[in-house]
């Protein structure tokens, strides 16, 4: 089938599930949950073929660790699709209403954006995420996976189309596009009949996709994530945060990457924060007035304040002060989730007042902004931008609105 066939056929189902009840979602989400489990050994088995052509070929054990999947995330996927069952279907929510004075009734009401395009590298977990969001919310959802995940990706829908055909449903609701670049070419140029396109992914990739695409766009960012701990935080809680939003899962976009320590506090801060880092693996890359705390420091190089490691590495910096923390992250940022860790609530005021981020912390690990620990439940991503939709992109971020207008026979004068 070719992409065009791919996306006129998601686009006939787009006009199905909008109609849908929530009933009917919910029993196609759980019967999609009891064929991806039915189907864990052919999943797995095609996972492993994935990720020993990942090692064989040289790649990152971060990127492997997004690529892998055990029983145990396999059981995760399963019950991320079930718990989306359980949640509230943003469909037909009225976001205002009102009466005007001649009587006419005015409602903002969510429906499905209709077919959604989402282009993503290396997680298989993302293809049944991606998937149930976009069922619940009433869309057909055309799925652009990595090569690298091939195998996985084709395992994963062929269990979920089973799920969906038991439920009564089109399998053409949950797609995978195949082919070469010229494919996503094609995605990103289908106006009409893709509604929205959505990378997740690395910076080449979002950007590749926002620079190129036709489609309208909802970007999700990369991580530049930072912890800026202030002259009056406390320091066993500050190290306590760090660790857990660097060790915890490096590989993610809402990982710490970059580390600030306020200067008044730095001698007494950073030789217990770096021996802690340490323990825990980390390679620290700091600058030129951090490197006399610990002889295991790496110096930090030009352009490193702007990575994303996704891996056991951490830059690290001394500021001054607030202001010099904040112009950092200003410079440095990609709008992600910043954290400061401070018991003076000035500060920690202006830092929430002026740092531009979709997620601002206070005295809290970076790895708490995501879907599921919003209560969201399961996520597309996190959008960095400001149009439509910022933060966790969940069932309500999936919808758009119309206006329904009900008179009894008013005409404008």
């Not at 053409?172 to 959505?198: K, N």
Request: glycine share 8%.
């Amino acid at each position: 089938m070719t992409f065009a066939e791919q996306a006129a056929a998601a686009k006939r189902a787009s006009r199905e599930l909008a109609t849908l009840n929530r009933g009917r979602k919910d029993a196609a989400l759980h019967a999609m949950a009891d064929a991806l489990l039915a189907a864990s050994d052919q999943v797995l088995a095609a996972n492993a073929v994935d990720v020993a052509e990942a090692r064989a070929a040289g790649t990152s054990e971060s990127l492997i660790d997004r690529l892998a999947l055990t029983q145990s995330r396999l059981a995760g996927m399963a019950e991320g699709l079930r718990a989306l069952a359980g949640l509230a279907d943003p469909v037909g929510d009225v976001v205002r209403g009102w009466t005007n004075a001649n009587g006419v009734r005015v409602r903002q009401v969510r429906v499905p954006l209709g077919v959604v395009g989402i282009i993503y590298e290396a997680r298989p977990n993302v293809t049944a995420d991606a998937a149930g969001i976009c069922l619940k919310a009433g869309n057909a959802a055309l799925l652009r996976g990595s090569s690298s995940t091939l195998n996985s990706n084709r395992a994963v829908v062929a269990a979920l189309h089973a799920g969906l055909v038991a439920a009564g449903l089109p399998a053409e609701a949950v797609q995978l596009v195949e082919g070469d670049r010229s494919v996503t070419a094609e995605m990103m140029a289908a106006r009409g009949l893709v509604d929205v396109l959505i990378p997740r992914g690395g910076a080449g990739l979002i950007a590749a996709v926002v620079d190129g695409a036709k489609v309208p766009v909802i970007e999700t960012g990369t991580g530049n994530c930072h912890l800026y701990v202030d002259e009056a935080a406390d320091q066993d809680m500050a190290i306590a945060i760090m660790l857990n939003a660097k060790v915890q899962r490096p590989s993610v976009c809402n990982s710490l990457e970059t580390l600030l320590v306020h200067a008044d506090i730095a001698p007494s801060f950073l030789p217990r924060a770096l021996a802690a880092l340490a323990e825990a693996g980390v390679t620290v890359h700091g600058t030129a007035e951090v490197l006399p705390y610990s002889e295991e420091i790496v110096p930090a190089v030009p352009g490193e304040f702007d990575a994303e490691y996704l891996s056991l590495d951490l830059a690290c910096a001394i500021v001054p002060d607030l202001d010099a923390a904040l112009e950092h992250i200003r410079v440095h940022s990609t709008g992600h989730s910043e954290t400061i860790i401070t018991d003076d609530r000035r500060a920690a005021d202006r830092f929430v007042a002026e740092v531009d981020a979709a997620a601002v912390l206070v005295n809290a690990s970076s790895r708490f902004v995501d879907g599921g620990e919003f209560g969201f439940g399961a996520e597309i991503g996190i959008s960095t931008q400001k149009l439509h939709a910022r933060g966790p992109m969940a069932l309500a971020e999936m919808t758009s609105t119309k206006y329904i207008v009900d008179g009894a026979g008013q005409v404008r004068g």
